[in-house]
């Protein structure tokens, strides 16, 4: 049995999801090498899987069970990469030609949720989130009750209100507003949802992830059984992965005449950054107590804006350029992955 209760954290960040795609490929290797077995996955080595929007996509496909040996996870990292690389991009594919824009366009979301459903229903199918292969968090934000709303495998396990199928869930994570249309969606006893995207509140959910496990691990002996109480941040360790966040300055004598519909795009940038950065703060914070820092591992990239690199533009130059900044990561961050990954192994 693992020394450590292991939690992986995955952001939103839509096409940037390539990213930590990119990242987990390293880090399944990498297991393989250390372990000499080529069967390893990442499922394997983590006890708990978060994920936001394009994290929680990424989540599902780590934890799918395979349809021929339903406990062991259907896809590789590297097959998880060309996935989300090569036929989640359809996603944000706009069905309209060349054209001007117009008045009606500010009425109507940016895409359909068409293509989405017909790519992650034909991965997906009718998977339940109960039959997910380790327990996971997936968040949303619930706007009839306006509450957030997690989606996690444990619960579903016990509870039919508490399970749904998962390409439902991961159409609720992902619906995020302006790009598309509210995710109305049904538990298995018919309750039903109203949700949008879960990077509104948490598009890190590693602090979720943090609280889920110090909660829920000490309720239920079929989750993890070496704790009388949940384990503590000294008896965890934490890996979180971010899509890039926009760091765009915005000098006093630019914004200080703004007004209401200035300040959207920069409005939009800084809460989303803002969130992002309190949760590694807090993380960081959290993990010093301990006197072991090392236990929790944040890696991230800075974009200079938000065209840098757009998050839904599915062209082979942008998705190139993504896939070569997550190449680009993952070198950077070789000594530091090296020496976190030991951590899975004691």
């Known amino acids: 049995m693992p020394q450590f209760t292991r939690i992986l954290s995955i952001d939103g960040g839509g096409l940037r999801g390539i990213i930590p795609a990119e990242v987990l490929k390293y880090i399944e290797q990498k297991l393989q090498d250390f372990t000499g077995n080529s069967d390893v996955r990442i499922a394997d080595y983590f006890d708990l899987i978060a994920g936001t929007s394009a994290g929680g996509i990424l989540t599902a496909l780590y934890l799918c069970p395979d349809a021929e040996n339903p406990l062991r996870p259907r896809c590789s990292a590297q097959e998880v990469y060309d996935f989300f690389r090569y036929k989640s991009s359809r996603i944000f594919e706009s069905d309209a030609k060349d054209y001007l824009p117009s008045v009606t366009d500010l009425f109507q979301e940016k895409y359909s949720d068409q293509k989405f459903n017909q790519v992650i229903g034909n991965f997906f199918k009718d998977i339940k989130l109960s039959e997910l292969l380790k327990p996971c968090l997936i968040t949303s934000y619930e706007i009839e009750k306006r509450e957030a709303h997690f989606f996690t495998q444990h619960d579903a396990k016990l509870n039919p209100k508490d399970n749904y199928l998962v390409r439902d869930v991961l159409r609720a994570t992902s619906a995020a507003p302006t790009f598309f249309e509210v995710a109305q969606i ?95 703060y807090q993380m960081k914070q959290i993990f010093d107590t301990t006197g072991k820092p090392e236990h929790y591992l944040r890696i991230n990239t800075v974009l200079s804006d938000r065209k840098t690199l757009p998050m839904d533009n599915p062209s082979e130059f942008n998705l190139n350029a993504i896939s070569q900044l997550a190449q680009q990561i993952t070198e950077q961050h070789r000594q530091q992955l090296d020496k976190w990954i030991q951590l899975l192994l004691v």
Request: contains cysteine; glycine residues 8%.
């Open 186 to 280: 049904y538990a298995l006893n018919q309750d039903v949802y109203t949700c949008i995207d879960g990077g509104v509140f948490a598009n890190n959910p590693a602090l979720c992830a943090y609280a889920e496990a110090r909660h829920k691990f000490n309720q239920d002996s079929n989750l993890d059984n070496r704790y009388e109480t949940g384990p503590t941040a000294k008896e965890m360790v934490i890996l979180s992965l971010g899509t890039g966040q926009v760091k765009k300055k915005y000098p006093y004598q630019e914004a200080k005449d703004w007004g209401k519909l200035k300040w959207l795009d920069p409005l939009f940038d800084i809460i989303m950054t803002g969130v992002a950065e309190t949760v590694d």
